[in-house]
């Protein structure tokens, strides 16, 4: 079945940087977009960005560019999400999350990775 | 950006009942509003794409409706495992923005 298996968790330190890992299977991995988004505790869902695996374009949300890098490693069929200059306020869950369409997001995201908890702390 | 907002933010429903849940786009969004369901410490799940389109495997109790700037989810007989948050997203134009998410407690 498609699955998306992300890294562990993170502890770091404000100003650090932290890079989170989503590992695809189940289907071919340059057939679909993968988004980057996050929830902080007890609050609602924010897009991050995009890639697409199959010609490594990018799409990153306006709040995160110049912080945000998204990479594809099709050796490994696994995405990376690097956020740098971290804040305390970017203390969250980071999902990874497909494309339901091979033809785009039009149709929201399906599956999701079970997330990855950043927490930033001095 | 364009604003996705819920309402309501929490609403709680007996086994059996109807529940509905809306969503307003700040903008004309066609068709392109999608619905999730997210239990507490999981992932948030596909149940509706395109506003009324259900995802493979999703109960044929879950329905979606709407178009342009006003969409709904409806449950038709609420199920005790239906106890979570549920979320509307649109994909109509970057970036992607979600409700703020509505809470459903089971009576």
């Known amino acids: 079945q498609v699955q998306l298996v992300q890294s562990g968790g993170e502890v770091k330190q404000p100003g650090a940087s932290v890079r989170v890992s989503c590992k695809a299977s189940?289907?071919?991995?340059?057939?679909?977009?993968i988004s980057w988004l996050r929830q902080a505790p007890g609050q609602g869902l924010e897009w991050l960005g995009l890639?697409?695996?199959?010609?490594?374009?990018?799409n990153y949300a306006q709040n995160f560019q110049g912080r945000v890098t998204m990479t594809a490693d099709t050796s490994t069929r696994t995405v990376f999400m690097e956020l740098r200059s971290l804040l305390p306020d970017d203390t969250a869950v980071y999902y990874c999350?497909?494309?339901?369409?091979?033809?785009?997001?039009?149709?929201?995201?399906?599956?999701w990775g079970q997330g990855t908890l950043v927490i930033v702390s001095s | 950006d364009i604003q996705m907002t819920q309402s309501p933010s929490s609403l709680s429903a007996s086994v059996g009942d109807k529940v509905t849940i809306t969503c307003r786009a700040s903008?004309?969004?066609?068709?392109?509003l999608n619905w999730y369901q997210q239990k507490a410490g999981s992932a948030p799940k596909l149940l509706i794409y395109?506003?009324?389109s259900l995802q493979s495997g999703v109960p044929s109790r879950f329905s979606g409706s709407g178009s342009g700037t006003d969409f709904t989810l409806t449950i038709n007989g609420l199920q005790p495992e239906d106890l979570a948050s549920y979320f509307c997203?649109?994909?109509?134009?970057?970036?992607?923005?979600f409700g703020q998410g509505t809470r459903l407690d089971i009576q």
């Open positions: 890639i697409n695996p199959y010609n490594d374009k990018t």
């Open positions: 903008e004309n969004i066609n068709k392109y």
């Open positions: 189940g289907y071919s991995f340059y057939s679909n977009a």
């Open positions: 997203q649109q994909s109509y134009s970057s970036p992607i923005t």
């Open positions: 395109t506003a009324s």
């Open positions: 999350a497909r494309d339901n369409s091979d033809l785009g997001a039009d149709e929201g995201f399906a599956p």
